[in-house]
């Protein structure tokens, strides 16, 4: 195999990973758009991987990893000027609200649904884990981040949610 063989070889394998391509249980995966950074060269044949390349999913959970720190659900501190509320809040104060959110949920995802808002087309929602021993009927539970097929409003929804529900679970 010449040089030029290998190195189309790498951008093609390189190209279909990062399109998520691969081998699914689940009926209702979307097929990921490729977002192309603008700083990557648009070189058919790049000499080196560019890590700047973020499918779909990575932009996705990247925006819900963000959102829940930013809103001060993880054990960081929130921006307060940048906050997000829920359906469903009872709280007095902002004080109060940050106090009952903080650090209830793990920063990464447990998982994802293919699927944003209940009532939506498209979207992504992505599950976390509560922190502590919250279950039902046995159950794991967590909150889902939902946000529309442009990463937009996004937001946590007020309901637990089932963990094992989840159709792709992270490690």
């Not at 279909?16 to 249980?25: F, N, V, W």
């Not at 209702?28 to 192309?36: E, H, Q």
Request: one cysteine or more; hydrophobic letters at 35%.
């Amino acid at each position: 195999m010449t040089r030029r063989d290998a190195s189309q070889f790498l951008y093609l394998f390189l190209l279909l990973s990062a399109m998520g391509l691969e081998l699914s249980s689940c009926s209702n995966k979307p097929v990921p758009n490729l977002a192309v950074s603008q700083t990557q060269s648009l070189h058919p044949f790049p000499t080196t991987p560019s890590p700047t390349l973020e499918t779909s999913e990575m932009k996705a959970r990247r925006i819900a990893e963000e959102f829940i720190v930013r809103n001060g659900y993880t054990d960081l501190p929130p921006d307060k000027n940048h906050l997000s509320y829920e359906t469903v809040e009872m709280a007095d104060s902002l004080d109060q609200l940050l106090q009952w959110r903080h650090d209830t949920l793990e920063p990464k995802p447990y998982g994802l649904c293919y699927n944003g808002r209940m009532g939506t087309k498209g979207g992504w929602t992505f599950v976390f884990r509560s922190k502590g021993q919250a279950t039902e009927k046995n159950l794991p539970l967590g909150r889902a981040v939902t946000m529309n097929s442009k990463f937009e409003d996004l937001l946590v929804e007020h309901k637990d949610f089932p963990l094992p529900n989840a159709d792709k679970r992270f490690d």
